[in-house]
């Protein structure tokens, strides 16, 4: 449920609450530049004019729970979400409830968690229609997984790429909705679109095949490539494989094999790579090497 749901829910969060101040947002300014400290002294002293600012509130809150230009609390995060979230601001309501589904600054409460996400999702906060929608997915009943299913649509819709991920998945898989390739590719490439590599890595994979969308290998590659540079493990092995075959892509098995290393560094391992660059000779091997570990760095 955290993961990368959670980023997307901080990112969203100042943008989404105090964009709504009919004043010059020095606070939320400051935020947006990386001014952390800047943001918390505007943020305060907003606060200071008008005690239920509840988007000063929220910033605060994201401030302390992140750790941005101060020390990490969530639990004095959890007390400025709470304020926020009793003046009604729904950014603040969705981050309680991944608190308390977390048990991060509140005790852990499944139940409590759902209730936050409720409320910030009958407000229509796409990143909490989509953690609401996760924590239904869970259940096997059918009314909540097509609940859910409205959800992610209501979230994708809002252009959250995870939300666009989930429901494709939803659609490849015909879990909730009649299975449909087609759309789940166009849900996978709008995901990758907005930046998420488990999309890239998706839609790369019905590119391959032709399923869903007319085949290209070539396009693939240059997906799996897009994701592969972001550390994706999935991704930076089936490049791997593309170059060491030459598929979609001229056979370079140097750059092949820097890519498996660090596939391989994460986990996944291949006997079918090791096999396709057993032949590699010393030098070879020392020049992946290095273009693995220049690679990693870049990161």
């Known amino acids: 449920m955290r993961s990368s749901s959670v980023i997307a829910a901080a990112m969203l969060l100042a943008a989404t609450a105090l964009a709504q101040a009919a004043e010059p947002d020095l606070a939320y300014g400051a935020y947006q530049r990386g001014l952390y400290q800047t943001a918390f002294r505007e943020a305060t002293l907003r606060l200071e004019r008008n005690r239920d600012d509840a988007a000063a509130m929220t910033l605060l809150g994201e401030l302390y729970n992140q750790g941005l230009g101060l020390a990490p609390d969530p639990r004095k995060a959890a007390e400025w979400y709470r304020l926020a979230a009793d003046r009604g601001d729904a950014s603040a309501m969705a981050s309680l409830g991944l608190m308390a589904l977390d048990g991060r600054g509140v005790d852990r409460d499944r139940a409590q968690g759902r209730s936050w996400l409720e409320r910030a999702a009958a407000k229509g906060h796409p990143v909490a229609s989509h953690n609401l929608a996760l924590l239904l997915l869970s259940s096997a009943t059918e009314p909540e997984i097509q609940r859910a299913v409205e959800l992610l649509r209501r979230a994708a819709d809002s252009e959250i790429p995870d939300a ?42 019905l590119l391959f095949n032709g399923e869903g969308v007319s085949a290209s290998e070539s396009q693939a590659a240059r997906y799996f490539r897009r994701a592969a540079a972001k550390g994706n493990a999935i991704a930076q092995n089936r490049l791997a ?51 693995a570990a220049e690679r990693l760095g870049m990161r």
């Open 241 to 291: 494989r593309l170059l060491a075959s030459g598929r979609g892509v001229p056979q370079n098995k140097v750059d092949a094999a820097a890519w498996h290393i660090l596939a391989a560094a994460q986990g996944l391992t291949d006997p079918w790579l090791d096999n396709a660059l057993k032949d590699l000779g010393k030098d070879d091997r020392t020049r992946a090497e290095r273009l």
């Open 164 to 205: 666009q991920h989930a429901l494709g998945v939803l659609y490849l898989k015909g879990r909730g909705v009649e299975r449909d390739a087609s759309e789940a590719a166009t849900l996978f490439r709008r995901a990758a679109d907005n930046g998420s590599s488990v999309g890239e890595v998706e839609y790369a994979i």
